[in-house]
Nanobody, 127 residues
Framework: QVQLVESGGGLVQAGASLRLSCAAS????????MGWFRQAPGKEREFVVA????????AIADSVKGRFTISRDNAKNTVYVQMNSLKPEDTAVYYC????????????????????WGQGTQVTVSS
C-alpha cells in the first residue's frame, strides 16, 4: 500500500494562503481516494476535503467551503489542498489519508474509512 508524506505547512497571518501537498509512494496512487483531515489541540480529527480516485468528484466540509479546494496529479502521485483566506480557527495539524478501492465517485469523509495516513503537517494561522 502507499506511504504518504505531507508538506507545505507553516505559520501565516489570517487572510493568507497555503498549499499543502501529499506525496504518495509504494502503491498505485491512482486507485486511491484521497482525503485531508485536521486536528486541533484537544479536538477530534475532522474531515476537510476529499477527492475520488478518478478525480471526478470532491467533497468539502462546510467550514472550509469556498476557501479550500482539493486536486490531484496522478502523474506526480500527489494530492494538494489549496487553502485561501485562512482563519485562526484553521490552525491544526493537517493529515493526508488514502483509501483503496470504492467507486469512481467515492469521497470518504470519515477517518475510519481510510486505510493509510501521513504523519501530518502543522498549519498555524495568526490573527
Amino acid at each position: 500500500q502507499v506511504q504518504l508524506v505531507e508538506s507545505g505547512g507553516g505559520l501565516v497571518q489570517a487572510g493568507a494562503s497555503l498549499r499543502l501537498s501529499c506525496a504518495a509512494s509504494g502503491g498505485t496512487f491512482s486507485s486511491y481516494a484521497m482525503g485531508w483531515f485536521r486536528q486541533a489541540p484537544g479536538k477530534e480529527r475532522e474531515f476537510v476535503v476529499a477527492i475520488a480516485w478518478s478525480g471526478t468528484n470532491t467533497a468539502i466540509a462546510d467550514s472550509v467551503k469556498g476557501r479550500f479546494t482539493i486536486s490531484r496529479d496522478n502523474a506526480k502521485n500527489t494530492v494538494y489542498v489549496q487553502m485561501n483566506s485562512l482563519k485562526p480557527e484553521d490552525t491544526a495539524v493537517y493529515y493526508c489519508a488514502a483509501k483503496s478501492g470504492g467507486s469512481r465517485w467515492n469521497t470518504p469523509t470519515s477517518p475510519r474509512q481510510y486505510d493509510v495516513w501521513g504523519q501530518g503537517t502543522q498549519v498555524t494561522v495568526s490573527s
